[in-house]
């Protein structure tokens, strides 16, 4: 698994977006949860709440500290993972898989333009392009 | 011929009990008792009141309790058995004639009349008069039964003063630095404010240009702890304080680590209009546990008309009262103060630990005190600077924060070390604090550590950092000699056991 996939956009704050047609998947990276540590709560907000862009989604903890989740596109909650918040490990395990968090209805697709591309992301992680994975 | 086969000595040593000490309730066996219970029957008691299914408490004799817990104790590091070099919690040792003078005043009840209790609010008040002088501000409450309850104390007494001048629906927003102790947003929170962070500069200072432009007529204060919790002087304190003031917003002082600067500077000549007081921290009463702790929340004279009711009032013959209640009623909330926000005195006994620790060092020896606690901890970094990557490279104050960042690439993480320690008879620092620092080591010495157990201290982190480099591995399996090893942190978080239940 890259630890920046190719098919995704994504925050300054370290989360990423997978969208399809209106509806955008939201988790937080490969790398935010290497620096994280050990995942050990999750909290989400509920479906049919509003997000707004940017502003705090929920609240991630792990062993050494509790850190604010945030939006990375605006819209209303259609779904939040169960899986994660009973197994917060998923988030360590598969950020970019199962340990996905909520799904939005995009309230406007012409955030995604911007958030940073792969590439984007990389430098801004001081990671070298293309060097995938540990 | 007949062998002897040697019985297994029961191993009732050190190893085995150390290993593990049963809980009370798997050492409990039914009718066993301390005491002979007299049962006086419940005729008394009105039958809706009386327990229909006994209460299931563990019944154990007199001295199995009393080994129980001493085993405990005996498994427990803490600051009377060593070096407690725990960054941003100031674990100086507890001078045992703090506990002396606080017991007796422990058969006084809370509720007590003033007429009967003139010395209790003597010491109250000349305690507040201290603390006012040493944080330079006009007036003190002693309520707060800690630090974060005197920022949830403070802020309602920000939302008071904000009211007062009809601005309490415009003023929303609360900012805190990106180095701020995870209460600060908290508290402000609870309050209802909205919170907006604002970033530390290269020096590791509040961003004063930052700031500036996040500060606005929305604004109703600003929290800032000062040595800041990367154990840094704030070095532009006065312009950030008049920046916040110049947009009509108040400036909180987090007093956590008020014992870096003890007798040398005081918040309320920086320009802050409040401080709290951790006494357990910087005046040496006892410490964690879930308390009880105290935190006096001193304030400047505009923030008077909010504190807390009610306030001791000092006559001019001597003699004390309560200002709202000289029948010792409840106060009602009287005039602009924000009510009552722990009862009376707060919790007295710690106050007349704290009120000690100032008696005995008086004002040369508390300044020594924040002189020592600076030395000491620019003493150890010293020792130990070429083999750590220190944060930000300026003269620390109490404490100062290393990064394991160079050892985690060598594998072994912040937390290895930490462990590793443990090997070495020592606590370990705080880790992974503050958030804006890699594999942060948070050390704070405090000035109670003689020369000989901080070169102890630093030579075993430079002895870790030296085995890091050639045996990773080995830091990663510490702590070895503990009476427990590996511990299951990830999984205590993920799957807390909280009670406990009997097995089936």
Redesign the interface.
């Known amino acids: 698994m890259s630890s920046v996939p190719d098919d995704l956009r994504y925050s300054k704050e370290h989360e990423w977006v997978r969208a399809d047609g209106d509806v955008a998947t939201i988790g937080i990276t490969h790398f935010a949860q290497e620096?994280l540590?050990?995942v050990?709560?999750v909290e989400l907000p509920e479906k049919g709440t509003a997000v707004r862009q940017f502003s705090s989604l929920g609240v991630v903890e792990s062993?050494?500290?509790?850190?604010d989740i945030y939006a990375p596109v605006s819209g209303e909650i259609l779904e939040r993972n169960v899986k994660v918040i009973e197994k917060?490990?998923l988030v360590n395990t598969e950020p970019y898989g199962d340990g996905w968090m909520i799904k939005v209805r995009l309230a406007n697709e012409g955030e995604l333009a911007q958030l940073l591309s792969p590439q984007d992301y990389r430098s801004h992680i001081g990671e070298t392009a293309g060097a995938g994975g540990d | 011929m007949t062998t002897l086969r040697r019985q297994p000595i029961p191993d009732v040593g050190a190893s085995q009990t150390k290993a593990l000490e049963p809980l009370l309730f798997e050492l409990a066996r039914p009718g066993r008792a301390g005491r002979h219970v007299r049962d006086e029957g419940t005729a008394d008691i009105p039958t809706q009141f009386r327990r229909t299914a006994p209460l299931e408490l563990p019944e154990l004799t007199e001295p199995q309790v009393v080994r129980h817990y001493t085993h405990l104790a005996q498994l427990n590091y803490a600051v009377d058995t060593g070096m407690y070099p725990l960054g941003s919690c100031t674990m100086k040792y507890n001078p045992k004639i703090n506990d002396r003078t606080a017991s007796l005043f422990a058969d006084l009840h809370p509720r007590q009349s003033y007429q009967t209790t003139q010395g209790v609010l003597a010491l109250a008040y000349e305690l507040e008069q201290m603390l006012a002088k040493i944080t330079g501000m006009d007036f003190v409450t002693l309520q707060p039964a800690a630090g974060a309850q005197s920022e949830l104390t403070a802020l309602l007494m920000f939302k008071a003063y904000h009211a007062k001048r009809g601005e309490a629906a415009q003023r929303r927003r609360v900012i805190v630095p990106d180095s701020a102790h995870g209460t600060n947003p908290a508290s402000a929170a609870m309050c209802g404010y909205q919170v907006t962070t604002v970033r530390s500069d290269a020096r590791g200072n509040v961003d004063l240009e930052a700031l500036k432009g996040t500060l606005g007529p929305d604004v109703a204060g600003f929290m800032l702890t000062n040595p800041n919790t990367l154990g840094l002087f704030e070095e532009r304190v006065r312009e950030v304080c008049a920046a916040v003031h110049d947009a009509g917003g108040l400036v909180y002082g987090d007093g956590a680590n008020m014992n870096a600067l003890l007798g040398v500077a005081r918040p309320g000549d920086l320009g802050f209009d409040c401080v709290h007081i951790n006494v357990h921290k910087t005046f040496s009463t006892p410490h964690g546990a879930g308390g009880p702790g105290a935190g006096p929340l001193c304030v400047k004279a505009l923030l008077r008309p909010f504190l807390p009711k009610p306030w001791i009032v000092r006559e001019a013959d001597g003699t004390y009262h309560y200002d709202t209640a000289r029948e010792d009623r409840d106060p009602e909330p009287v005039g602009d103060s924000i009510g009552s926000i722990k009862q009376r005195l707060g919790n007295f006994g710690v106050l007349v630990r704290a009120y000690t620790y100032m008696k005995t060092l008086g004002e040369d020896g508390l300044a020594e005190t924040g002189r020592d606690a600076v030395l000491a901890a620019n003493y150890l970094l010293a020792l130990v600077r070429d083999r750590y990557d220190v944060a930000y490279d300026r003269t620390p104050m109490h404490e100062f924060v290393l990064s394991a960042a160079k050892q985690k690439k060598q594998g072994a993480s912040a937390l290895d070390i930490a462990k590793a320690l443990l090997d070495e008879g020592f606590h370990s620092p705080t880790v992974y604090f503050p958030l804006i620092v890699p594999e942060a080591l948070m050390v704070e010495p405090t000035e109670t550590e003689p020369k000989e157990t901080l070169d102890a201290f630093a030579a075993a982190l430079v002895r870790i950092a030296d085995q890091v480099a050639r045996d990773p591995a080995a830091v990663r399996d510490a702590p070895k000699n503990t009476p427990l090893r590996h511990l299951d942190e990830v999984g205590a978080a993920r799957r807390p056991v909280l009670r406990w239940q009997r097995p089936t």
């Open positions: 620096q540590g050990d050990v709560f062993v050494k500290a509790a850190s917060p490990e």
